[in-house]
C-alpha cells in the first residue's frame, strides 16, 4: 500500500512540476516590464531552428497562445496520464522520458515534414502522442478499451487532415490549430510504444537471464 501511494505521488509530482512549467512560462509572456518576451526565445519558430535555436523544437511545446489553450492542454495533459495511470504509476521515470521524448519528436517531425509552417506552440501534439501510446499499451495488457481508443483517435486525426479542426476551437485559442502536429504527436506515439516495447523485451531477457 505504501508502495502504491509513493508511486502515485511520483505521477503526480510529474503532472505538476509540467503543469507549472507551462503556467509560468505563459504568465512570463503576458506583456510587462518585468518579464521577458518568453515567445520570442522559446516558441517553435522554423527560420530560428533552421539557424542554430534547436532547443526551441521541445520549449515550443510548452507555450500557449492564450489562457483557454493553456487550460485545455493541462486538463488534456491530466486526464490522459490518469487514464493510463497503470502503465505509468511505477515507471514516473519512464514518463518524464516519454514525455520529453515526444516533445523532441514533435519538434523534429514539424521541421522535417512541414516546413511551411513557420511557428507553432501548444501540447496538443505531444497529448495526442501520449494518448496513443497509453492506448496501445493498454492493448498489450488485453483491455479491449485500448482498440477503441487507437481507432478513435486515428479517425479524428484523419478527419483533421482532410477537413481541418473545428471553428469553435480556433476562435478560443485565438490561432488556427496545427492539425499537422496531431499527425505527427501520433506518429511520434506509436514510435514511443515500440521502443518502450523493445526496452521491456530487453529487461525481460536480462532478468531471465
Not at 521577458?36 to 507555450?63: E, H, K
Not at 520529453?100 to 519528436?105: A, D, P, R, W
Request: with cysteine; net charge neutral.
Amino acid at each position: 500500500m505504501l508502495k502504491h501511494n509513493s508511486n502515485t505521488i511520483g505521477l503526480y509530482h510529474f503532472l505538476v512540476v509540467i503543469s507549472l512549467i507551462c503556467i509560468a512560462l505563459f504568465a512570463a509572456d503576458i506583456p510587462s516590464p518585468a518579464f521577458l518576451p518568453i515567445d520570442q526565445y522559446f516558441s517553435y519558430q522554423y527560420d530560428l531552428i533552421a539557424s542554430g535555436q534547436v532547443w526551441r523544437l521541445v520549449t515550443g511545446n510548452l507555450l500557449h497562445t492564450n489562457l483557454w489553450h493553456l487550460l485545455m492542454n493541462l486538463a488534456g495533459f491530466w486526464v490522459i496520464v490518469f487514464l493510463h495511470e497503470v502503465h505509468y504509476k511505477n515507471h514516473s521515470g519512464k514518463l518524464l522520458l516519454l514525455f520529453l521524448s515526444l516533445c523532441l519528436f514533435e519538434g523534429i517531425g514539424l521541421y522535417l515534414f512541414y516546413p511551411t509552417l513557420k511557428a507553432y506552440v501548444g501540447l496538443s501534439g505531444v497529448l495526442h502522442g501520449l494518448f496513443v501510446f497509453g492506448a496501445v499499451m493498454d492493448i498489450r495488457k488485453g483491455y479491449k478499451s485500448g482498440y477503441l481508443l487507437v481507432i478513435g483517435v486515428m479517425l479524428k486525426v484523419g478527419y483533421e487532415q482532410v477537413f481541418g479542426a473545428s471553428d469553435s476551437v480556433t476562435q478560443l485559442i485565438n490561432a488556427r490549430v496545427a492539425t499537422e502536429s496531431h499527425l505527427i504527436g501520433l506518429i511520434s506515439g506509436l514510435f514511443c510504444v515500440l521502443c518502450w516495447s523493445m526496452m521491456d523485451n530487453r529487461l525481460k531477457h536480462h532478468n531471465e537471464a
